[in-house]
């Protein structure tokens, strides 16, 4: 099948890579020249301009874009939608708010152009592990797309069957689903957010009380001197809060415990605030992702050892870099 990537970036590029190897046709653009020129030379076919791009897709074309939220995103897809006519597509593999999918999805209609939204999570690990996609848009429109997204995504591969999915069907074990219309993918991925920057936290934490049980305040026979990169691999193995954000804590630390290279600021791309305003709107309590979006805030100006493991963890995942404080 063949699909068009606006935006050649951490995960654009590896996205394009993964469908590439698969056999799938890929049309690329990127504000980089020489980045398009990068994928061109891997197989895919390199678009100079954005109307260059809409004449290399064939009808229905099917163009997804994967820039940053906001007004990129917003731009481009205005700008795709001026090129395009009824029957295209317009996917944004970002991390838009929903209510943005909504009203786009809603101004695209009347001239036939199709609005898709997929929430995608993975990071820069996707290219072999595959991206985990939470869907939005017409049911007709999504199961077109089915190619692409089985592409994507990991697979059942190793991971345990959950008891009773036999009898349900789907694709969620394919690790990818359509979970209802246009905003519904990226009103998902907007609470899985929220839900990862609490048990990041968590795991900043509990690390942080680690690295202080030596403190010269405690009783000195309730001193510990604990190995906290062993620590980390230890509950990797068999623990019951075992997950990949632990396997990826294990790494940084074990590359660094100390995790020097860090300063402990942490940034939020959104979706952390996004989650806690859909919380007060439906008065729904949300104490720890609450919490633990007050904490990323509080690390721009003063920094623990839980900070630091929270921008390792970042940096391990989706190879975000932090953002050093700007002035005097």
């Known amino acids: 099948m063949q699909l068009g990537m606006i935006g050649l970036g951490r995960m654009g590029g590896n996205m394009v890579e ?171 991925k907007m609470v899985h957010n929220g839900i990862e920057y609490g048990l990041m936290q968590a795991y900043a934490e509990g690390f942080d009380i680690f690295k202080c049980a030596n403190s010269k305040e405690l009783p000195e026979e309730c001193r510990y001197e604990l190995n906290i990169a062993d620590i980390a691999e230890l509950w990797r193995r068999g623990s019951v809060v075992g997950s990949w954000l632990l396997d990826l804590t294990a790494m940084a630390m074990a590359k660094d415990a100390a995790l020097t290279e860090y300063t402990g600021v942490v940034q939020d791309s959104g979706e952390g605030r996004w989650t806690i305003m859909a919380a007060i709107e439906e008065a729904v309590p949300a104490d720890v992702l609450s919490a633990a979006l007050y904490t990323r805030f509080r690390s721009r100006q003063m920094h623990t050892y839980a900070e630091k493991v929270l921008s390792a963890m970042r940096k391990m995942f989706g190879g975000h870099v932090e953002q050093r404080p700007t002035g005097g």
């Open 18 to 188: 993964r469908l590439m190897k698969n056999g799938h046709q890929c049309v690329v653009f990127d504000m980089n020249a020489d980045t398009v020129k990068k994928y061109a030379a891997k197989g895919a076919t390199g678009a100079a301009a954005l109307d260059d791009f809409v004449k290399k897709l064939t009808k229905p074309r099917a163009a997804w874009v994967m820039v940053p939220a906001g007004a990129p995103t917003e731009n481009t897809v205005i700008g795709l939608a001026g090129k395009m006519e009824t029957g295209d597509i317009i996917i944004d593999g970002g991390n838009s708010y929903f209510k943005d999918d909504v009203r786009r999805a809603k101004a695209l209609k009347p001239k036939g152009i199709n609005y898709v939204d997929v929430g995608t999570s993975g990071g820069i690990w996707g290219i072999d592990r595959g991206y985990c996609m939470m869907i939005g848009g017409d049911q007709k429109i999504v199961q077109h797309l089915d190619p692409i997204f089985k592409t994507l995504a990991p697979g059942r591969g190793n991971v345990e069957r959950t008891p009773g999915r036999e009898r349900m069907g789907g694709t969620a074990e394919e690790g990818y689903l359509h979970c209802g219309p246009a905003g519904a993918g990226h009103f998902v």
